[in-house]
């Protein structure tokens, strides 16, 4: 990991996609493949970005609109958060910068808004808890077969302050990353919270961080919902949902939120655009819990569009490592603070001028525009 | 601004987008990326010209039509026009040449048909209306917070035979256009007509040029469209409607007339083309007053799909700041005379030989050709 | 025209889309720009290509047929014909080999086909009725203002052996074809059937050949038809239809058979696909004359398509010319045995034997396979 | 035939793509171009591949599924197969490998899957069933004009133990192919089954191998099916079939099995994409016989959908003759094993353990991801 980063300053950004290609000129090539990657032929790499310029935004006027009242302030779960943009789940930040899960933790509090730590970070729970201070954090988590880590690791969140468990539903083997697979990519850190399980075990029958790792559950079900929401006595997002259907039974069997998400593209190459599953697993929801959206956010007008959509929260991923990466704590912010400048230009052209406002929006798509104001 | 030409010639254009393609190698880079440019990813821009494309003029023959015949005059508030095309507003001129609007307007006039001058221009209202003369202008207005300036502009633009205003409605902010940030771009020029404001206040609390550019006003609201007829006494048109909605609602509020503009994908980039929306809006105006339409117009073809889709005048922007810049009020000319000439083909190949008659033709997509004859 | 080629031997063709690359490489660029050229933007062009890609034979198999059975005769206004493919007319084939119409005319009777001649060729009817000998050829014929010319030359055709009159109808102007500009293209030979009129004025007021084309009529009206029908006393071909509304009215008005063709996407870019207008058209048509189809057949498949689409001829243009210029006659009857190659080969493996089995043969669009077999 | 590999070895596969790649740079190109090449324009090649990208899998979650439990196997005429991936039946493999078919049967043999052996092999039918040993093989067969053939050959095969005829019926001509044309190519090696024949008839009048190819009978008609069984006494699967009219007069004539197909896009370049045609044939076919789908499966992920989609059983050919090449009978396993890996992952991700679970999958293309879950 020495080729880790160790910058930190604010950044000048242009979009997001160029601070990709600035990220991929001094990364080390097998951390950039694996940030970057997609499954198989990253069909859903491409689609997630394409879907979003598939439903327009019709420019609106005279909506007695001054910039200034523009307010990106919403809440979750009772958090009061800045803007309606948080952090995707990531593990090994440590590729993207030294101070890894820290700096990011940092960053997503200088932007008022929530940082999610991975359980594969490089960084332990307390460690981020530590700097995160008053700033909430939510913890992800992949259920284990071990029980006796489920046990400790859910009890480590919550004694250090997590607001929530983020529950991975749709990674029970990884997809297929070919990049991965050419870079002979392996991480090169250690993972923090497993070596917290294995100093916490001491004493007894011992599992090392590569046994807790082969011993991740595949056969996920339902009911796990609750066994979580019981060990934690938090409340459980369940990620990775792309079915309507799923998303019904999850909320059924307990979940406090639906994180829709085709895990930015790097799992079932065959599946559709995350942006397209969200407007029917929105109607599906009901609003019978919050939605948080990813999966190919890469502009302030996404955003709106995932919000128009039926999201209440939308997360981002790669920028954010990408931000980390050229700025650390710094780089993070400025990624947020970009996305909210491109939000808030899109929110006054847009003619509205809060969350809920860009929530009642209608978008339209190509056949819509020319069909429906014809009829 | 040593830079701007200082080319008098007329042009031989072979097509509008060669010229931008002359233009871009020796305008200076952050004048050319401010005319050419479009917001964000410029899907709008591209999408403006590709929307044409997408409607189809059916070849007619044998229609009686003599090329000596084709007659492309027509009028708008009484006005006569030799052509449907006149000039979209665009600010700052002189960055394109150094006689700016004057050589503009002296160009527009040659061809017979309207400049439009920007609040924003590099020469003020009266020395336009000087070279001018009897040839119609109209005059572009931001609205202002400051109500003496809106007073002062709008009757100097009367006092100097401005014939309508132009009242730009979709700019409340900037579209986030990337290539002015890499360029570091400001305007070099000075925006005489608001030096012409500063020294008309004098003695009084005096707004310099920069502190009324700050204090344009955002939230309009449609009320404003009566304020701005009863300050200046003018027809006001206006423009930026996207929404048909929004046309319903300026034209309740006393628009006389409607124009249809993305502001040539400047604005809104998730946004429909501008060309797209035409229809829609030319049904919910109904003929209440007449349209002008432009965005993404570098074809005689666009011209006439534009007329057969609801607009009654055509307005045409960066190509004749591109004939400004290498042939000056005659380069001006030879842009609206070339769009003259695809024009008059167009009509004959496709039977029709006044404007009337474009504007009762027909367009088909390809969806209606497939199956509109075979029903 | 001293560029000219002056081969002649039978082609190798692997397809005719390389056999214009290789034309590309040794043809004067003036006379080439000038054969390939379509207007504008060449969107008709790539469009003419395009069209035939959407729509599908479908594979038949075990249809009980012996390629040696399979039979492309047919025939038109009782001419027998070994193909269903005849020649387009085109002007000044001098361009493309120094024995211009001749060769062309000679290549076609090789191949058991129909020869077209343009009213502006660089060999008289005369001379080409010479080498025609007992194979037919058409005459193409642009009306004029001068009725003398018109009468002139429809006997001159007539007196010579022309089985029928092609009425051109679609190229009352040109096209805006911007090769032609840049390359200031001008034909560079004589045109010998308006010298052969100037010769037959001696003694009278005399029209020289720049005068009558000049003189060209643009004005056409639908009995027109009947006109060229009493002048020639031959059956009349109304050529350059892509409206089904116009062809109705050419047959009303006399036309013995209609000519679908948007002139090799030579005339009004913003059309449509002559392919794609060729359905509708049949439907229209309804059997009451012949429809010949051209514009952008390059394949077997494509003279199959049209065929199955409405058509009872096939007619091809362009790479008529390149086979010309590289191989003489020769090479024109190589172009008409290899698209007739393609044809059987798509016959067989389509489950056709005969043209008027093609005839009868349905074609799919992609949204028709999804659909139609699942209902 | 110098130039045929003898590699032996299991292949690291990224994916079936580079494999083509990789065997490109030093496969003779005449080798490269017959196996690689499609018809005419290669539309058909691109559609077969660019169709599975259509439809979609929705990622499941929670479905209680261990990897481990994911099983593949399943069976085709009472054979039991470890994976319902099978080989195509494709000619004259000595191009790929010096052992040519007794490699491909081998690596087939050690996959646990069936290898199908072409008429026109260059190793005998009896040579392969002993290197095949216990494992299955099936024969493919044409029919020839020259009963004795026809008998000797089938009767040749099922002494031999092959379990099934496949008989091909799409291939009555050969496909233009433009590759073969430009590299001029021929076969280099004999034809072992014909020689086999030639020996046979010692004595009587003899037929060569190259007037056996020549008497190929192109004439097919559905009662060939029943002289096929009748001669063979095997189960007769009917290979090439677009049609869902055709597959039900094979079906009605006594066909075991459909094998859809577009002969990889090899034949007849204007017909759909064989991906395309599933769905419909399926229905029709209604389970009254087995399907077998081939044609641009190149992803685990196509095994997943064209099993969704109607298939019992999915054939992969090119990619296994460039597994031949660069490993010989490992890598033609290798091949298969890599198709396996991606096909568990697709199946782990989409929510189901089993080939049946598979079939009763729902795909969705975008227009029902847009529709069908919003009503």
Redesign the interface.
């Known amino acids: 990991m020495t080729q880790a980063s160790t910058q930190e300053k604010p950044l000048n950004i242009?979009?997001l996609y160029e601070l990709a290609d600035e990220v991929s000129k001094n990364m080390d090539k097998g951390a950039f493949g694996y940030i970057r990657g997609g499954a198989?032929?990253e069909?859903v790499l491409e689609n997630n970005r394409r879907s979003f310029?598939q439903k327009?935004?019709?420019?609106?006027?005279?909506?007695?609109?001054?910039?200034s009242?523009i307010d990106l302030s919403t809440q979750l779960f009772g958090i009061p958060l800045k803007t309606p943009i948080i952090q995707s789940p990531m593990a090994a930040q440590g590729l993207a910068h030294q101070d890894g899960e820290l700096a990011s933790a940092k960053g997503m509090a200088k932007a008022g808004s929530i940082f999610s730590l991975s359980t594969y970070s490089n960084k332990t729970i307390e460690e981020v808890a530590k700097v995160a201070g008053e700033n909430p954090f939510f913890f992800q988590f992949y259920l284990n077969k071990n029980t006796e880590f489920n046990a400790f690791i859910l009890n480590y969140a919550k004694q250090n302050g997590a607001k929530a468990i983020i529950l991975t539903?749709?990674s029970?083997?990884?997809?297929?990353r070919?990049d991965d697979?050419?870079n002979n990519f392996n991480y090169p850190g250690k993972f923090a919270n497993l070596e917290a399980f294995e100093k916490y075990q001491r004493g007894k029958q011992q599992l090392t961080p590569s046994e807790v790792l082969v011993e991740a559950k595949?056969?996920?079900?339902?009911s796990?919902i609750q066994y979580v929401k019981q060990l934690s006595g938090l409340p459980v997002i369940?990620k990775?949902?792309?079915?309507?259907v799923?998303a019904h039974?999850?909320i059924k069997a307990g979940a406090d939120a639906i994180w829709v998400s085709?895990h930015g593209g790097r799992?079932?190459?065959?599946?559709?655009a995350s942006f397209?599953?969200l407007?029917?697993i929105a109607?599906?929801v009901n609003k019978r819990v919050p939605i948080i959206f990813d999966s190919g956010v890469r502009?302030g007008?996404h955003v709106?569009?995932a919000l128009a959509s039926g999201a209440d929260i939308v997360a981002v991923g790669r920028p954010i490592l990408y931000g980390l990466h050229l700025g650390g704590a710094e780089g993070v912010n400025s990624v947020i603070e970009h996305l909210n400048?491109?939000l808030?230009?899109?929110m006054?052209?847009?003619g509205v001028k809060d969350i809920e406002q860009i929530q009642r929006t209608v978008l339209?798509?190509?056949t819509e525009?020319?069909t429906r104001?014809?009829q």
Do not use: C, W
């Not at 029970?172 to 297929?176: I, R, S």
């Not at 595949?218 to 339902?222: D, I, N």
């Not at 799992?267 to 559709?272: E, F």
């Open positions: 242009i979009n198989e032929d069909l310029n327009f935004i019709l420019p609106r006027v005279m909506q007695n609109i001054e910039t009242d539903v749709d029970t083997v990884a997809g297929y070919e697979v050419r595949q056969a996920l079900v339902f796990d369940v990775g949902i792309q079915s309507p799923d039974h999850a085709n799992q079932l190459d065959s599946g559709p397209d599953m407007p029917a109607k599906m502009r007008s709106f569009k400048k491109e808030r230009i899109n006054q052209l847009g339209y798509t190509q525009l020319e104001f014809l």
